[in-house]
């Protein structure tokens, strides 16, 4: 997993250097593409991406945790989104953008095991529980872009989405694993430039999900117990092809 954390590190960074690259070169470009693109009301399209999935948790207070349960760390992992893009046009600068996606996520809880409770024992244990999700998500955005230069434009973006976990384990009963709750409510924040080619308009984007619903799925066992709250957090870099 190291390996795929440092393989997104270096995407972003290269990514973010051909953005600043080929918006420089654009300046001098006097040819415009795809002239009259944002006449039209309508614009379809796909979207990939690359998603870095992580949980905000919230501990139990030391009253309520189990005294087996010393400390709970959380791990982020990479994953990746595949969806289909519709657009509206709501202004010259604003549409509205639908976007549903099929996301694979995984999240790594690390939770650090004493089964006395005793500090002083030698028995102390890590004991890691990987979460994988795969997510039906229906994220809205209200898309706000600037004016064209020559072929290149940049634009700002914020919404929500409503998330179904068609993997959620909530009702199996197996008392050694996290279980989450099958739906999710989240707010999306993010930025991106869009790139005018000759044939269709390509998208690089960065955006921010935070989830505002506990996806706990709370029940008597020991890793359940110990923690209080436990919502979503997701950065996803994705590349939009549009016609």
């Not at 707010?187 to 269709?200: C, H, I, M, R, S």
Request: proline letters at 4%; glycine letters at 6%.
């Amino acid at each position: 997993m190291r390996f795929g954390l440092l393989l997104m590190k270096k995407l972003v960074l290269f990514s973010g250097f051909w953005l600043l690259t080929s918006f420089s070169f654009a300046q001098k470009v006097k040819q415009l593409n795809l002239p009259n693109y944002d006449h039209d009301k309508l614009h379809f399209g796909f979207s990939l991406g690359f998603n870095k999935a992580d949980f905000v948790i919230f501990p139990q207070n030391k009253a309520n945790k189990p005294d087996s349960v010393w400390s709970i760390d959380n791990r982020p992992e990479l994953g990746f989104n595949l969806g289909i893009i519709s657009d509206l046009r709501l202004h010259d600068y604003v549409t509205l953008r639908f976007l549903p996606a099929l996301a694979f996520q995984e999240r790594i809880i690390q939770f650090k095991i004493h089964p006395t409770g005793a500090l002083q024992s030698d028995s102390i244990y890590i004991d890691t529980k990987k979460i994988e999700s795969t997510l039906l998500d229906f994220p809205i955005n209200l898309k706000i872009r600037s004016e064209r230069l020559n072929n290149v434009s940049a634009y700002l973006l914020a919404g929500g989405k409503f998330s179904i976990d068609l993997a959620s384990q909530a009702k199996t009963e197996n008392p050694e694993i996290i279980k989450l709750t099958n739906k999710d409510l989240a707010y999306e924040v993010g930025f991106g430039l869009d790139f005018y080619l000759e044939y269709f308009k390509l998208s690089a984007e960065m955006k921010f999900c935070a989830g505002f619903k506990d996806r706990l799925y709370h029940e008597p066992t020991t890793y359940s117990t110990s923690i209080s709250r436990l919502f979503s957090k997701l950065w996803l870099f994705s590349l939009n092809f549009e016609g």
